[in-house]
C-alpha cells in the first residue's frame, strides 16, 4: 500500500517494479491496463483514514479507426454523426476502467468515453482536458495525429510526463464538476504517460480525493516508463480480447526491442537521477541535523552556564548574608565602643585635672607622652573602623544587588543600582596598578525611570561588558607605557589621555532607555566584530604585564 499524500522513493521504485511484472501473463493490451488500473484502485491509499486515495482510475490509449473493434467503430461513427470515417482517423480509446461505483468498473459501461475521434487539431483544441493532457506530455495535436516517421523513434523515446490538475474544483481542464467532481469529493487529478512506437499515446488518468504535493509529482512520473514496459509488447500486436493475433515481421520485432533498450535506459537514468536527488537532500537533512544538534549542544551548554550562574547568584547572596550579618553586629557596636571610649578619656582627662600629683606608683606604669598619643590615635582608629565597616558594607550591599541572578521573573528596578554594584564588585581591577595609571569610570547618568527587566540577567550583561572594556584597556598597555614614560619627561601630562571607560544613560522615548558603555581603547577588528553576537565566542587577550 502506497500513501500518495506521502509517496517517497521507495514506493515509487516499488510501484515500478510491480507494475513492471504485472502483465507478464497477459495475453493482450487490454488485459495488461486492467492489471495496471486495478493495482493503481486498490494500492494507493491514503493511510490516515484508511480510504482509496483514487476515485476513479482510467487507461486511454489512441488507435486507428480501422484497428477499434466493430462496437468502438460504430460508437466512434455516432459521435461524428458520419458513416463514412477514415480508417487512420486517431480515437483516444478506454482500454481499462476501476472505480467506486460498479459502472465505472467495465469499459463497455461508459457512456461518453469509450472511443473519443480526434478529427483534427480544432476538435482536440475543444476538448480542453485531452488538450492539456497531450501538451503537458510534451506532444503536439499535429504530431499525435499524423506522426512523422523520421522523428518518431527519437520522440518516442523522450515523451513521457505528468498532466496535473492541483485543484480540481473550478478547473476548466477537468470537465463534469456538478455531476463528477463536486459530488465525488474529486480533490486533484494526475495523469502521466507517453509515446510508444508505432507512434500512439498511452495515458493514465487518476481522480483523486487528495491533494499531491508537487515534490511528489515528480516521483510519479517514471511510473510511465514502468507502465510503458508492460505495454510494449502490445503495441503492434493484439490490443483486445477479441482481436486476432497479429503476425509480427523481424523489422517490428528489433523497432520493440530498442523501443525497450530506449525505456530500460530511460528508467536508469531516472533512477540514477532520484538517487541523486535523495542523497542530496539526505546529506541536507543531515547537515541539518548537525547544525540542530550543535544548537542543542550549545543551548544545553547555555543552560548549564545559566544553572551554574543561579547557583553563583544563590551562593553570593547567601556569602553576602553571612558577612553582613558580622559586620551589621561590629558597626552598630563601635557607635557604642566610640561613646564609651570618649567618655573613659574625658574621665582620664578630668583625673589628670583634680589630680595632678600621681603617685609614685602610677607613674612608674604610665607614660603619659604615649598616653596623650592614645588619646589621639584611639580617636582615629574608630574612625578608621566606621569608614571600613561602610566600605564592607557597601561592597555586601553591591553583592547582593549584582546576586539577582536567580531571580527569573522580571522586576521594576534601578538600573543604576545594577551598573553601581558592579563597578564596585570590578572596583580591584579598576584601581591604578604597578604597571598602568587608574583605570577612570566616567558615569554621565540622566533620569531614568525604574525600569521592568530581568535584573540578574542585566547585572552580568554589565559585568560582562565592562569586563571587556577593562580586558582591552589592559591588552594595550605595552602600547601605552611609551606614551606615559615620554609625556612624563616632558611634563605634558594633559597630552596623554588615560584609561577610561564611560557609562552613560538616557530616555530615549516612552518605551525606551540607552545604556552606553564606551572605553577608549584601539576597538575591535573586523574579524571580532565579525563574530560579535557567535555563541561563545571569546577573543584571546594578549595581557602584558
Known sequence: MHDLTKFTLRDMSECGLALRKIAENSDCMEDASNLIIKYFYEHFINKDTGEKSCILVRFFKTHAYEKLTPELQEYARDILGQNKIADDLKCLTLLSTAGELPEWNSRYKSTGHKAIPLANEDAIYRIPMISQLIRQLGLNPGMLLQPDVDLLIDSEQKMYNVFYVP?????????????????????????????????EMFTILMFLRVVVPQTIVELIR?????????????????IFPESHQISINEDNVLQRLNSQVGTLKQLLNVSEQSTITQSDRLEKAITNLEQTLNQLQKTQIQLVHNEKMSSLGKMVAGIAHEINNPVNFVDGNLNYVEEYS????????????????????I??????????????????????MKVGTER????????????RLDEAEIKQVDIHLG??????????????????????VIKEY???PEIHCYPGQLNQVFMNIIANAIDALEEQIGNREWAIEDNNKEGNKDIFNPFQIGVRTEVVNEKWVSISISDNALGMTEEVSSKLFDPFFTYPLKISG
Open 167 to 199: 485543484n480540481a474544483l473550478g478547473s476548466s481542464y477537468i470537465p463534469a464538476q456538478n455531476s463528477f467532481v463536486i459530488p465525488f469529493g474529486v480533490k486533484s487529478v494526475i495523469g502521466f504517460g507517453g509515446l510508444l512506437p508505432t507512434g
Open 222 to 238: 517514471p511510473l510511465a516508463l514502468n507502465v510503458k514496459t508492460a505495454i510494449l509488447r502490445f503495441d503492434d500486436g493484439r
Open 342 to 361: 570618649q567618655t573613659l578619656l574625658k574621665l582620664i582627662h578630668l583625673y589628670q585635672q583634680q589630680y595632678p600629683d600621681f603617685t609614685e606608683k
Open 363 to 384: 607613674q612608674q606604669e604610665v607614660d603619659f607622652d604615649e598616653l596623650d598619643f592614645i588619646k589621639e590615635d584611639f580617636t582615629k582608629i574608630l574612625q578608621s
Open 392 to 403: 564592607i558594607q557597601d561592597i555586601v550591599k553591591s553583592l547582593r544587588i549584582f546576586s
Open 419 to 440: 551598573i553601581d554594584s558592579t563597578l564596585m564588585i570590578l572596583q580591584s581591577r579598576l584601581k591604578a596598578q604597578s604597571n598602568h595609571p587608574k583605570i577612570e
Open 446 to 448: 540622566g533620569n531614568l
